[in-house]
């Protein structure tokens, strides 16, 4: 008789040993052959990018093949979307919503630039151009993901008018002319 582990889910990145439990039969004959990976031992080391099922075949040379699997499912890698580069008015303030997939959802953990708390969404005020980045993992995923955002803040509008100091007479005219900032 073989016996694998249960099936499980890995996190994109890592691996796991499977191990075949054997007994019964000639143990000195046993021989294992492990379909993917065609190892003739008792434990494995696998570490698959996409859903795999493993399976062993125990062998003695005396008693029936023994047949046992394992499927290991792989959760996807981390991906952030949804920030966007923006411009707003001085004085706003402006979400920073990121869409994250992938990995192990429920232990995301979000790191944020520039003091900002270490939740998910964040609600910003910048005094002047701004870059935020966040990077996201969850302690299982080797590699987290890191996405940017930039803030560009548009100056106060400041009306300035240029003309010379002029006396006019009623019902005439003077030029002066009118630009702006911000």
Do not use: H
Not at 20 to 25: D, T
Not at 93 to 98: D, F, H, Q, S, T
Not at 99 to 116: A, I, P, Q, R
Request: with cysteine; proline share 4%.
């Amino acid at each position: 008789i073989v016996d694998l582990n249960n099936d499980t889910t890995l996190c994109k990145g890592r691996g796991t040993k499977l191990i075949a439990s054997s007994f019964g039969g000639k143990i000195e004959n046993y021989t294992y052959t492990w379909t993917p990976g065609n190892a003739d031992t008792s434990i494995i080391s696998v570490q698959p990018n996409t859903k795999t099922k493993y399976k062993v075949e125990l062998t003695d040379n005396c008693s029936d093949k023994a047949i046992d699997s394992v499927e290991i499912d792989v959760l996807g890698p981390i991906v952030i979307s949804g920030l966007k580069d923006t411009t707003i008015c001085n004085g706003m303030k402006v979400p920073l919503i990121p869409v994250v997939t992938g990995g192990k959802s429920s232990d995301y953990n979000y790191t944020w630039n520039l003091g900002l708390p270490a939740v998910a969404n964040q609600l910003v005020n910048p005094t002047g151009n701004t870059k935020y980045q966040v990077i996201v993992r969850d302690g299982c995923t080797v590699l987290g993901d890191t996405a940017y955002a930039q803030v560009d803040v548009r100056g106060v509008l400041r009306p300035k008018i240029d003309c010379n100091d002029t006396f006019i007479c009623f019902n005439n005219t003077a030029s002066f002319s009118v630009s702006t900032t911000g």
